[in-house]
């Protein structure tokens, strides 16, 4: 092999390493969009509206990023090596750091946020116009670019795939941005080594990204540690039990000295044991009496912690209850966890239970049982995926399966800090059902909060309750059906539609107020 010949084969082998950073690159910078998204939607909700900031101002700082590039001289490899320190520092704290400001005050974490999707835009927007300039040196213009677009390409597909089917149910958030960070590190090493007769200062450039490398290697294996400080931040009480499913966090907590269980998903509260029975009480036995018909077969959509079926089996005449809840991880903890399972007195075991993990609006699609009463138990409206459960098409689609004289009952939100969410559930309703009640009651976890029940049968009215409840009464749900003046709706509500999905708007401009 002459001399020319093995300058030609190294020459090709460096490219090859530089084409295989841009893969992974690309890789990194599409998953710290996507773990800003998801910590942003978790912490704040409207799914939507945190996506598309999040893309829409890292779009713009890369294209900032691309811009500033020009002026970029010297050394390009050890530039794009200092991107890559850079990007694996501020990328791999991105999450924790974001999680730690939360609780302090709206406007830092507003800040924080924008401040980590700017300085990541910039630095993702540097890293492919260095590189492109550095193998441009080594072939035409245009193989360069075609070359260096394909393989970014590439590389965000797999990101946007990996994470999450891969990072977020395996790592969480927290480990996912170390681990990525500790990615981009490994890029900066790679080069550092093998490019190393390319750097002007190869020592110092190796020292910098091995330190970087040992810290982002730390964090990555205290990252359980790291996440439990950060729960810790977010929750007043102690943490007994995290699990991160590829839907959603789950956080439970205890007040030892009050044995107070509560129930956090994504970090909002579903349930605080003090006060739970207030909440499940309204929710299932206006229903399960309404009409004085005893109902034998009954759907619950939601209530995947199993508290309102062990409201339901406090009626005889339950031949079969059907539960569909889309995540397992919640429906297992209800029925394995044994603070929820005390809590809801095991009822996930009970022989007339039957558990569905799947899509409640697929199932509702689909379903040939007719039912004799519907709970809808799901989270606020608060993203365009839950908008569709509160939809006049999803209720038009429950009636389809309610037996005849069946009624169907959907918390609805707080009527005093959400009012025209509520109200649009239901004025929504009332274009499918013949009978729509509201009501509200006291919760102290929740403060006000509403429920709406419909039904079949026009003149129907509330039934005998069971004996032996902590909470309802004839004479609270008497009370219940008053609504004071404040909560009343300021202005003309729309019906929500799936192809016009006005709830989860009215919820963001409800919580604007506060």
């Known amino acids: 092999m002459t001399q020319e010949t093995r300058y030609a084969d190294l020459a090709q082998r460096k490219a090859v390493v530089l ?20 910590v942003s939607s978790y912490l704040l909700g409207n799914s ?7 893309i829409g101002f890292f779009m713009f700082a890369m294209g900032v990023g691309s811009y500033v590039s020009r002026f970029i001289g010297g050394n390009l490899i050890q530039a794009f090596v200092w991107v890559e320190l850079a990007l694996a520092v501020v990328g791999g704290l991105c999450s924790i750091a974001l999680f730690m ?26 890293e492919i116009p260095i590189l492109t300039r550095v193998l441009s040196q080594r072939s035409t213009t245009r193989e360069s670019i075609s070359d260096v677009l394909s393989l970014d390409y590439i590389g965000a597909l797999i990101g946007s795939v990996a994470f999450p089917i891969l990072l977020l149910p395996s790592l969480g958030l927290i480990s996912s941005s170390f681990a990525i960070g500790l990615t981009n590190c490994g890029v900066a090493l790679l080069n550092v080594l093998w490019l190393r007769d390319e750097l002007d200062d190869f020592k110092r450039m190796l020292m910098a990204t091995l330190v970087t490398f040992l810290l982002l290697c730390v964090l990555t294996l205290t990252a359980n540690r790291i996440t439990a400080f950060a729960q ?18 789950l956080v439970v907590t205890n007040t030892w000295k009050k044995n107070d269980v509560r129930l956090y998903i ?16 309204a929710l299932v036995h206006p229903l399960m009496t309404w009409g004085g018909r005893a109902p034998e ?3 619950i ?18 031949t079969r209850i059907d539960l569909v809840d889309l995540d397992p991880a919640i429906t297992d903890l209800a029925r394995d966890f044994e603070p929820l399972k005390r809590l809801n007195k095991n009822a996930m075991s009970a022989e007339v239970l039957h558990l569905y993990n799947m899509d409640a609006f697929t199932f509702v699609k689909d379903a040939e049982v007719k039912y004799d009463r519907v709970i809808l138990d799901f989270p606020d409206p608060h993203n365009e995926a839950l908008s569709k459960l509160y939809a006049v098409e999803f209720y038009a689609m429950v009636r389809r399966i309610l037996a005849p004289g069946g009624a169907v009952v959907s918390q609805s939100s707080s009527p005093f800090f ?4 509520y109200w649009t559930v239901g004025h929504t309703m009332a274009e499918i059902f013949p009978q729509v009640v509201n009501y509200q009651v006291s919760v102290p976890s929740f403060g006000v909060w509403g429920f709406t029940l419909a039904s079949l049968d026009p003149a129907a009215t509330l039934g005998p309750l069971p004996d032996g409840l902590r909470y309802l009464t004839p004479q609270t749900f008497a009370a219940a059906l008053d609504f004071p003046s404040d909560i009343q709706p300021r202005r003309a509500l729309r019906v929500n539609s799936i192809f016009n999905p006005t709830i989860y708007e009215e919820y963001a401009k409800d919580l604007g107020r506060f």
């Open 418 to 421: 959400s009012p025209h969410t």
């Open 232 to 249: 810790d931040h977010l929750y007043f009480d102690q943490i007994v039990m995290r699990k991160q499913s590829p839907y959603q966090a």
């Open 48 to 54: 939507i509206y945190q996506f598309s900031l999040t």
């Open 297 to 299: 077969q009954v759907l």
């Open 101 to 126: 400001l939360f609780p302090y005050a709206p406007w830092l974490y507003t800040t924080g946020m924008f401040f980590f999707i700017s300085a990541i835009g910039l630095l993702v927007g540097l």
């Open 19 to 38: 084409l295989g950073s841009i893969l992974i690159v690309a890789l990194c910078g599409i998953v710290y969009e996507l773990i800003i998204g998801a």
């Open 266 to 281: 994504d970090g909002h509260l579903q349930f605080a044991q003090a006060d739970e029975y207030r909440y499940h009480e």
């Open 301 to 318: 959509l939601g209530g995947g912690d199993g508290l309102a079926v062990r409201e339901i089996l406090r009626h005889p005449s339950i």
